[in-house]
């Protein structure tokens, strides 16, 4: 909320008027943190108050006067040539910019000839100024105006002041308003806050009439609204403000009406109670009844809009018809005009719960609303009807009827919390003085009673509802003593439980930054049309994504169900700026309805998170000298080997697919775990898929559920080998299709104990040499035993004979 | 006949002969073969010396030392043959050289993700400290998100993060505050976890991704004090900002989060203008990093956690905004893009 420097000062009596720099330090200090502060009359300077002494016609126009003008009583007269047409009698004040002074957008004022006649400086108006929208004349101050002459224009225009921006907690309804935070400013520094007093006035402004003969109120629904007071005032004209009270509402940030409406905005910033004008004569029956609206109910507010309520909408009626939607608009039907004379004032408290429903589902957030939303207190409804109902007795001239109508069915008691010594010292971790807390919690208006050593009864003020709790006082007690006051310590060590996650995710990403890839982080959700490049079958478990219900674009639909989309996609971005080699992973958790969830819809329990590790390799690996080298199948297959050695996860395999919808068909592969549980895919991104997502030339990648890995167990040491090993090469010719692992299969078949490695040296084809439909393939197979020298001749009888079962088994030819 | 003269004039012939054949040999190969046609066994050598048998016993014993002294010679020659060729043949190797300022060939050249790296930093400051890691889940129950933490629905704190729905009742969690709650449930205290994740908010402009990641902080033990929760974070400042030459104060400002009480907002003095007033800190010398608190005693209600035996503190920190403050990232969305002109910076 916006705070006015000047407005804020005059609810205060502090013993030491502090600079708005050590205000706006204090409040932050305290807990109201102060955003920013704007000098108002920072936008001109050397403008100054004179009196119109002297004005003729200019010899040279009809449209321009000359004006005599003094700027010290008794001083010479400055004849300056003025174009408004409002130029006012003698005797009125007026602003004048003499030669020096400057103007809003930076123009510095000089003598110059105007049509022939010398003019220093000029008489500004309020757009010149940039302090209103007048454009029509000159700025001529109230004819009983006290400004002296030669005073700052600031001055008289209430600009000499500043605008502080508080950002108030959301619990601190009762710092939206100047007498909250002057009630704050007062605690922080020691000060009294000095609330409006208009009895005196009230009495002074009476007229002949009683309220309570003129409005009867009802409150059907105590539970949406704990107060009502109404007052009636009486024989009023409606005119514009003067002009400082409508420039503090511009301070604010409200637009100056009329004099009504303005004292209604006025109060709700001063006291920080919403307040509302109804045109009496519009009030059908004198009557005010506050209750819920009717299903199907509507009403037009004074926006002009129709509105259907809900039996959730709390509703201010008349005799006959609702009249305004209770602390969010009035009704276009009772709302002051040009030609009000007497008014209906309402100063209500409404249940928070309520206005924010309403205000939220019509889309009305307003300046009453949003007080209404954080709680007013009912505490405060008398005084503000009867600080407004004199400010529109002075502002429109009228008399205030007698009495208030004050409807307050059940007025709550404030339970007195109790407050220990020993707490507070044990939670903050120092040692307040006794004296201190209990000076603390009174300077904040708290009634404190001592009930025994160390111990309090503490009753908060009616504004402070947060106060409900031993630790709110703590806290309380904390903010006037000072957090830069506690000391810094560190908390016992006591062992807490160990380490509450398994590191997965992060040994992967060491492991896969070690392979050479750089990580990505994407969104968790992305949009229908990323997700549906996969081209997944409708029942397969990830086709079916979570979708976000309010996403505030289409980018945001649905949550993903793979890492890939959204790893390709930057791939796209990547190539798009001409980044053509891309190798890219990341490891973060995909969303899948639980087993047994409905497949469409939203769900109703918790998603599956599983942890997946994916990469994407894109065009050639690192650049070197020489002609690039594209990324292959093979390049993602060592990263995912490696990725699986550092898992700690023990052999993988790898079992052609060609059913994997988002992968081509003939390089697709599943990786399978030394239990044959399936880890996850790899293989080459299905053109398909890719060009969906915007990548012309081909993608390698793999997927890995992280949570299917086995979990890791300490590394057993093997002994070194004491003795030489031996190593045999064999060349075998196949058919094609034949795959590497079924090579390998075959020797582990054999369980030949002395075979301690087997290694693909070597694969070709060549249909002139070998034949079409055939393949060479060289294996180099390396023994030992552990406990011995092995001779030439027992290395050649196995080898021998696991070449005859690889001949038959295979099958293959020996080359 | 033959003389002892004669067979010492022939062995010192054969000595100066070996001289002569291994003179153009290159290799130690062919050095040694000549060596054997020498000395071996069937060599010059042995020939000759055949010849001693038919010397009167007199003459051997000089003939026998002429024999040896040929032996020396050839097994010298061959030596210092072998060592010249081993010299020219280093030699030859260290004239060799390469163009020292040719390009590398590719190795590694991996990262971590900037956000990756400084959460794994985060994580080990605050395992210094005693601190576990715990995690919870993205898509969580409005339970654990709002209500369990003091907020209940129309509470205007709802407004402070807007929030994305799956269900009614389940929401992408808008901070990591559900894992307090979590981590409450399954342990008794003490409790001292930190919980690191990725948040979500209806928020998209140049400070606010709709996706970031947050650091949460959970101390529950009996006697946890207010200045504990400063002592942490004056230690965690210094430690994560230790470039700046340690110093750094930790202001704790009074503010309101539901479920904590007292709450306060983390400030740390500007590490760029050391608390002088610069552009980054507004002018105010410092620098909002946070939000923290005491466990508010409704939140210990909702997971039966004793408030008046146990005390806690929780707080909360961004981290794409340290790494922003520490890295200089000027736009939030550039950690999400995966474009490698920004990624491969750190
Ligand atoms: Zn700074």
């Not at chain 1, 009867?386 to 502002?395: C, E, P």
């Not at chain 1, 009864?457 to 630790?471: G, I």
């Not at chain 2, 601190?131 to 339970?143: C, K, L, R, S």
């Amino acid at each position: 909320m916006k705070l006015v420097w000047s407005w804020l000062l005059e609810l205060c009596d502090l013993p030491l008027v502090p600079t708005v720099e050590e205000g706006a330090r204090a409040l932050t200090g305290g807990g109201l943190e102060i955003e920013g502060i704007v000098d108002l009359g920072a936008g001109f300077s050397g403008v100054v108050v004179a009196e119109v002494v002297g004005k003729r016609p200019h010899p040279g126009s009809d449209k321009l006067t000359l004006v005599d003008v003094i700027s010290a009583r008794g001083g010479a007269a400055t004849q300056v040539v003025c174009g408004a047409p409002n130029v006012p009698a003698l005797g009125r004040k007026v602003l004048w910019a003499p030669p020096g002074a400057t103007l809003p957008g930076g123009l510095t004022l000089a003598t110059k000839a105007v049509k022939g006649v010398e003019s220093p400086g000029m008489l500004c108006s309020e757009i010149e100024l940039a302090v209103g929208d007048d454009a029509g004349g000159i700025i001529v101050l109230d004819a009983d105006d006290g400004t002296p002459l030669g005073a700052r224009a600031q001055q008289a225009l209430g600009v000499a002041d500043w605008v502080l921006d508080v950002n108030a907690p959301a619990n601190r309804g009762d710092c939206l308003g100047h007498l909250g935070l002057a009630r704050e400013l007062c605690a922080l520094l020691g000060g009294r806050v000095v609330p409006p007093a208009p009895e005196p006035d009230l009495e002074a402004l009476a007229a002949d009439l009683d309220a309570a003969a003129l409005a009867r109120v009802s409150i059907t629904d105590p539970s949406g609204c704990p107060r009502y007071v109404a007052r009636v005032i009486d024989g009023l004209t409606v005119r514009p403000s003067p002009r400082r009270f409508a420039q503090r509402l511009r301070a604010v940030g409200v637009r100056p009406i009329s004099n009504l409406v303005d004292v209604t905005n006025y109060v709700l910033f001063e006291l920080g109670q919403p307040l509302h004008a109804f045109d009496w004569h519009h009030v059908r029956g004198a009557h005010i009844d506050v209750r819920r609206a009717h299903a199907g109910e509507h009403m037009t507010t004074l926006d002009g809009t129709q509105r259907v309520l809900e039996p959730t909408d709390l509703l201010i009626c008349d005799g006959e018809r609702p009249v305004a939607l209770a602390g969010v608009m009035g009704g276009a039907d009772s709302e002051v005009s040009p030609s009000t004379t007497r008014v209906l004032l309402e100063s209500a408290s409404f249940e928070p719960r309520s206005i924010r429903r309403t205000a939220r589902r019509l889309g009305l957030p307003s300046e009453a609303s949003q007080r209404f939303e954080r709680g007013v207190d009912p505490e405060l409804a008398p005084l503000a009807a009867a600080r407004a109902a004199v400010l529109l007795a002075r502002l429109g001239g009228g008399r205030i009827a007698r009495g208030a109508v004050d409807v307050y069915p059940r007025p709550p008691t404030r339970p007195s919390v109790p407050l220990r010594l020993a707490r507070t010292r044990a939670l903050i971790g120092v040692e307040i003085p006794a004296g201190d807390c209990e000076a603390a919690l009174v300077r904040l208006g708290c009634d404190v009673i001592p009930d025994g050593a160390g111990h309090w009864r503490v009753t908060p003020p009616s504004a402070r509802a947060d106060l409900t709790r031993e630790v709110d006082l703590i806290e309380d007690i904390l903010r006037i003593h000072g957090y830069a006051n506690v000391p810094a310590t560190l908390p016992a060590l006591h062992v807490g439980p160990a380490q509450l996650v398994d590191d997965i995710a992060d040994r992967a990403r060491r492991a896969l930054a070690a392979a050479g890839l750089a990580e990505a982080i994407t969104f968790g959700f992305q949009s229908r049309d990323r997700h549906a490049a996969l081209g997944l079958p409708a029942g397969h478990p990830r086709a079916h994504p979570v979708a976000v219900r309010n996403p505030m674009s289409a980018e945001q639909a649905v949550m993903r169900t793979s890492l890939l989309p959204n790893l390709v996609a930057a791939v796209a971005r990547n190539i798009s700026f001409g980044i053509a080699d891309v190798a890219l992973f990341e490891v973060g958790a995909v969303f899948l309805r639980k087993p047994g969830q409905p497949l469409d819809g939203e769900p109703t329990e918790l998603c599956d998170e599983p942890l997946h590790a994916a990469v994407v390799l894109a065009g050639a690996r690192p650049r070197w000298l020489g002609a690039p080298q594209p990324w292959d199948y093979a390049d993602a297959r060592g990263v995912l080997e490696h990725l699986a050695r550092s898992l700690g996860a023990g052999e993988v395999r790898f079992v052609a697919a060609s059913d994997i919808p988002y992968l081509h068909p003939g390089v697709a592969a599943r990786v399978l775990g030394a239990d044959g549980r399936v880890l996850g895919e790899i293989g080459e991104v299905h053109p398909a898929a890719r060009e969906r997502l915007g990548v012309d030339g081909p993608v390698f990648m793999f997927d890995l559920t992280l949570g299917a890995l086995p979990a890791p167990t300490p590394a057993q040491m093997r002994a070194v080998p004491r003795f030489p090993a031996s190593a045999r090469d064999v060349s075998l010719l196949l058919d094609d299709p034949i795959p590497a692992a079924r090579v390998r299969d075959v020797i582990a078949g054999t369980a030949q104990v002395l075979v301690e490695a087997v290694r693909l040296a070597e694969e070709y084809r060549d249909p002139a040499r070998l034949g079409r439909g055939k393949k060479s393939m060289l294996w180099s197979i390396t023994y030992r035993a552990p406990d011995r020298t092995l001779t030439d001749a027992e290395v050649d009888q196995v080898h021998e004979a696991i070449v005859a079962r690889l001949i038959a088994e295979t099958p293959a030819e020996r080359r | 006949m033959t003389t002892g003269s004669d067979l010492i004039a022939q062995l010192e012939r054969l000595g100066d002969e070996f001289a002569a054949v291994i003179a153009p040999l290159a290799d130690e190969q062919t050095i040694r073969a000549a060596q054997a046609q020498f000395l071996g066994k069937k060599g010059q050598v042995s020939e000759v010396m055949k010849e001693l048998g038919r010397l009167p016993p007199v003459d051997r014993p000089l003939v026998g030392q002429a024999a040896n002294r040929v032996k020396d010679t050839i097994a010298a020659a061959v030596d210092a043959r072998l060592v010249a060729l081993a010299a020219a043949r280093r030699a030859a190797d260290l004239a060799r050289t390469v163009d020292v300022t040719l390009p590398g060939r590719p190795c590694g050249g991996g990262h971590l993700h900037l956000l990756t790296q400084v959460r794994l930093e985060l994580v080990g400051i605050f395992a210094e400290l005693g601190f576990a890691v715990a995690e919870g889940p993205q898509i969580e129950t409005d339970w654990h998100t709002f209500e369990a933490l003091a907020i209940p629905k129309d509470h205007p704190a709802r407004d402070m993060q807007d929030t994305f729905y799956v269900a009614d009742e389940i929401v992408l969690r808008t901070h990591t505050s559900p894992v307090q709650i979590r981590t409450m449930q399954g342990h008794p205290p003490p409790i001292r976890i930190v919980a690191p994740g990725v948040v979500y908010r209806r928020d998209d402009d140049a400070t606010h991704s709709p996706m970031f990641t947050q650091i949460e902080g959970l101390v529950v033990d009996e006697g946890v004090r207010v200045s504990d929760l400063k002592g942490v974070l004056l230690h965690f400042v210094n430690r994560f900002y230790a470039g700046s030459g340690g110093g750094l104060d930790v202001r704790l400002r009074p503010s309101y989060f539901p479920f904590v009480e007292p709450g306060v907002e983390i400030d740390m003095s500007c590490r760029f203008c050391r608390g002088g007033g610069c552009r980054l800190c507004k002018g105010s010398g410092w620098i909002e990093i946070g939000g923290a608190g005491m466990v508010d005693p409704d939140v210990f209600a909702q997971v039966g956690i004793d408030s008046e035996r146990y005390t806690g503190f929780a707080f909360g920190m961004g981290i794409e905004r340290m790494a922003m403050l520490r890295h200089g990232v000027n736009d939030i969305k550039l950690y999400y893009e995966g474009d490698l002109r920004f990624l491969d910076q750190f």
